[in-house]
DNA sequence: GCCGTTTTCGGCCCGACTGTTTTCAGTCG
């Protein structure tokens, strides 16, 4: 995504947090940081928008910009900077603790002066926060722990460890007797890149048994909260995993809401009400007359609460005095979609990245599953850093019944692997005759080839037009220019060899950055010259990520979702590329490698002369 | 401050848990 969206997003997001620190109208702190994503996540570079372009963005009027545009003229937005004199950085610096939010945070600075993590700390340790309202000496204690939490790193785990981990709890928890059904959603279940916490949802007939289940894990280093409907719990590795368990009615509703993203459910809730209905963990419920009927004083209410920064009633009372509407659906997800008018979406795909329009139009793309993949295009054996044989790797590849598989050990230039003209010849030797064992496999002959810094690969034209696939990707001189780095991947696209660019930012996620380079330059290269960028499926790369291929697609840029594996259990991290495919709304037509073998083998031909 | 196939004004998603409170505000997801 372009820079200056991200920029202008942390700017209005930046203004959200500061207007709900000063106690400003919520429902404007709330505009702010729905512009602020829609910003960041928008399609076109709104550096380039004019005033109508930038209104054309979902949730930016004729105020937000204003504000854009003011900060691509003078480099600053008034409002914000105006601000940022009021309150100083820190105070937004201590929302990031958990269980401290704005409020709190408003009444440390105003009440002690407290305008940092440090500050807090040490009113703390002297005992200044004596007499404070709302803060007791529980309060103190959780603030001290939500800042060594802060302190101990961002959290998020990849969505391998997050797996394992789910897979784990949600085994454990399936097994406690009166367990019904028992499965993991949020973010993990939407396929996020990382998951910063775990969302266990399950239906049992004796909710005090699982809930004891799951804070007697071994695992547990931590009961956060510990009620009927609710417990949260952190892991020894720090994990928050938090648990719900709900009605076998409500199971659909539920499933639901506590995929997400928050944003998707906002969309989703806001259809329900424009319907009538009512959509909560509990299902679609109609809304009975009387509340119809009230309408005017209690949004009156509202209003004026919500002026003097307070919030609404809770609808809690209703359920309880039994004033909610009737339950309409929420045994399953298709259920509750289809009553407000949409068909399932996808949970890949429910961030509010168009998927609700789309969904209504009837457009929503038939995202590629594990299941289309007929092929591994990218993976390794012992001839170089692999730890299986080839003999190994291929019997693992039929095992999974695919149509066809390439072995691409890396290419010489990556010197520490070794790799001869002789040992790749020899290798092309044993894979066709490995190949005559199997046959429903087609075994494809390629190699990993490195990128050197101006572009070039390699093996001369010749030698390389021997591979039945090459692989071209980046392993060394990360801290090219941006200028040269784009030469430098475009030049590798304009190689009738290379087929694929692997892992096309080498990023390493949490370890380090994607390289600086022109992206759209390179799309506009892949779509070109009919080169394949790689979606690498290895939870600690992802690459290219889930934005970069919805850019990507957007060139007409065609993907191959690759394990890149070195062992052979490595073949099964296929399923965190199909689902980083799906989140950049890839379906089997955009994926070379869910392709016929003879329509691959037609794209493989490239600019070859053979 | 944005938005509209009920509306250009009056709404804006909904509920659980905690802590400190004695009826509820704040935070979180």
Not at 165 to 172: Q, T
Not at 301 to 321: C, H, L, N, W, Y
Not at 482 to 499: F, G, K, Q, S, W
Not at 530 to 546: G, H, K, M, Q, W
Request: charged share 25%; with cysteine.
């Amino acid at each position: 995504m372009a820079r200056p969206n991200e920029q202008v997003g942390a700017l209005l997001q930046e203004y959200a947090d500061l207007v709900a620190i000063t106690g400003g109208d919520a429902y404007r702190a709330r505009v702010y940081e729905k512009a602020a994503r829609s910003v960041a996540g928008y399609h076109l570079d709104v550096s380039t928008l004019d005033a109508a372009g930038l209104r054309a963005i979902p949730n930016v009027g004729t105020s937000i910009a204003a504000k854009v545009t003011e900060y691509f003229r003078t480099g600053q937005i008034a409002a914000v900077e105006e601000l940022r004199a009021k309150i100083p950085a820190g105070v937004r610096e201590l929302t990031e603790i958990p269980t401290l939010g704005p409020r709190k945070a408003m009444v440390l600075y105003d009440e002690r002066g407290i305008a940092s993590v440090q500050d807090l700390l040490d009113a703390l340790d002297a005992g200044r926060l004596a007499g404070l309202k709302g803060f007791g000496p529980r309060t103190e204690e959780n603030l001290r722990h939500g800042i060594d939490l802060l302190r101990q790193s961002g959290g998020r785990v990849d969505l391998g460890v997050a797996t394992e981990l789910a897979e784990e709890i949600v085994g454990a928890l399936s097994k406690v007797p009166g367990c019904v059904r028992c499965t993991y959603a949020g973010s993990l279940r939407r396929m996020r890149e990382t998951v910063g916490d775990l969302d266990v949802l399950a239906v049992s007939k004796n909710p005090g048994t699982i809930m004891d289940a799951l804070t007697g894990l071994d695992l547990v280093a931590e009961v956060i909260a510990r009620g009927n409907t609710k417990t949260s719990i952190r892991t020894t590795a720090g994990l928050q995993v938090d648990l719900r368990v709900v009605p076998p009615e409500s199971w659909g509703a539920a499933l639901q809401y506590f995929t997400g993203s928050k944003a998707h459910n906002v969309r989703t809730r806001e259809i329900a009400v424009r319907q009538g209905l009512k959509l909560s963990e509990y299902g679609l419920f109609t809304v009975p007359r009387d509340e119809h009927d009230g309408d005017d004083e209690q949004g009156e209410q509202r209003g004026q609460r919500g002026r003097k920064g307070g919030r609404r009633r809770p609808a809690a009372e209703a359920v309880e005095t039994g004033e909610t509407g009737e339950l309409v659906v929420s045994k399953t997800e298709e259920e509750v979609y289809e009553r407000i008018g949409l068909p399932w979406i996808p949970p890949t795909l429910r961030e509010d990245r168009g998927e609700i329009e789309a969904a209504r139009a009837g457009t929503l793309p038939k995202v590629v599953t594990e299941k289309d993949i007929r092929g591994d295009l990218h993976t390794h054996t012992d001839l170089t850093d692999g730890v299986a044989t080839l003999a190994e790797m291929v019997a693992a590849a039929a095992a999974r019944g695919y149509a066809y598989y390439a072995i691409t050990d890396h290419a010489p230039n990556l010197f520490m692997q070794r790799m001869t003209d002789a040992k790749m010849l020899s290798q092309r030797d044993q894979v066709r005759a490995l190949g005559e064992r199997y046959p429903k496999l087609t075994l494809l002959h390629g190699t990993e080839l490195n990128i050197d810094p101006g572009g070039e690969v390699d093996w001369p034209e010749d030698f390389l037009a021997g591979f039945d696939i090459c692989v071209a990707s980046v392993h060394s001189h990360f801290n090219q220019s941006r200028a040269e780095m784009t030469r430098r991947i475009v030049r590798a696209c304009e190689n009738p060899a290379v087929n694929v660019i692997g892992h096309p930012t080498a990023r390493l996620i949490g370890r380090r950055p994607p390289v600086d380079v022109d992206l759209e330059a390179v799309y506009e290269a892949c779509a070109r010259t009919s080169t394949a960028l790689e979606v690498n499926a290895s939870p600690d790369r992802l690459d290219l990520n889930d934005e970069n291929i919805l850019a990507a697609k957007r060139h007409g840029v065609k993907f191959a979702i690759n394990t890149d594996a070195h062992a052979v259990a490595h073949l099964d991290l296929l399923r965190f590329g199909a689902g980083t495919a799906q989140r950049g709304w890839l379906t089997p037509d955009d994926v070379i490698n869910t392709w016929p073998l003879r329509r691959l083998r037609t794209f493989l031909r490239k600019g070859r002369k053979r």
